[in-house]
Nanobody, 128 residues
Framework: QLPLVESGGGWVQPGASLRLTCEPS????????MAWFRQAPGKEREFVIG?????????FYADSIKGRFTLSRDNGKNAMYLQMNSLKPEDTATYYC????????????????????WGQGTQVTVSS
């Protein structure tokens, strides 16, 4: 089992920044494919950003967040971070951390059903 725990969500005004953290409550994420997804009320869960589990750590981004969000992984701390800058009201959603030990490519890393492990989600609200 690799239960994941997200933290760092909250309410911010447009243009502000937040950093989300994802940590496993057991096990290690250093070699896993990791990703952030988000889900707004009434909408499907959508891919935000992901990183492969191999040493190259190739990252993949949703077009909607390019240039604003960055993902980093600290294997020493066994944690993954999502830095969100220039937040917009349309970024409002529950953000989920996901992990799987499968190797993924650009198409598969974006599909929620390819991930075995999920966190409980953390709410991000962007409004004035």
């Amino acid at each position: 089992q690799l239960p994941l725990v997200e933290s760092g969500g909250g309410w911010v005004q447009p243009g502000a920044s937040l950093r989300l953290t994802c940590e496993p409550s057991g096990g290690t994420i250093s070699t896993n494919t990791m990703a952030w997804f988000r889900q707004a009320p009434g909408k499907e869960r959508e891919f935000v950003i992901g990183i492969r589990g191999n040493s190259g750590g190739q990252k993949f981004y949703a077009d909607s967040i390019k240039g604003r969000f960055t993902l980093s992984r600290d294997n020493g701390k066994n944690a993954m971070y999502l830095q969100m800058n220039s937040l917009k009201p349309e970024d409002t959603a529950t953000y989920y951390c996901a992990s799987d030990n499968k190797f993924m490519i650009a198409s598969t890393i974006r599909v929620p059903t390819n991930y075995r492990y999920w966190g409980q989600g953390t709410q991000v609200t962007v409004s004035s």
